[in-house]
Nanobody, 112 residues
């Protein structure tokens, strides 16, 4: 069955960086687009970044453009989200998504 396991979240100060990882299994990873979402307390889940199956094309929410970078390693069945210049408003649970399946999420807290 499809499994997505996120990791790499934590507590970071404003301006800091984190790298999230998502390990995928149970499907042909290299055939599918991968997406990172996030959900902040009291808010709806929102799309953060997407990457095509080959990794050649990416897309970002305006709020994270030029700060976050999505990448993937098809050989390792991993997708990553490099987050730089983190802001307080980036605090959320970050989720990996593929084929309509969700991981358990990883908490990112940006606080001074």
């Amino acid at each position: 069955q499809v499994q997505l396991v996120e990791s790499g979240g934590g507590l970071v100060q404003p301006g800091g960086s984190l790298r999230l990882s998502c390990a995928a299994s149970g499907f042909t990873f290299s055939n599918y687009m991968m997406t990172w979402y996030r959900q902040a307390p009291g808010k709806e889940r929102e799309l953060v970044a997407q990457i095509t199956s080959t990794g050649r094309s990416t897309g970002y929410a305006d709020s994270v453009k030029d700060r976050f970078t999505i990448s993937r390693d098809n050989a390792k069945k991993m997708v990553y989200l490099q987050m730089n210049s983190l802001k307080l408003e980036d605090t959320a649970v970050y989720y990996c998504n593929a084929l309509g399946y969700w991981g358990q999420g990883t908490q990112v807290t940006v606080s001074s």
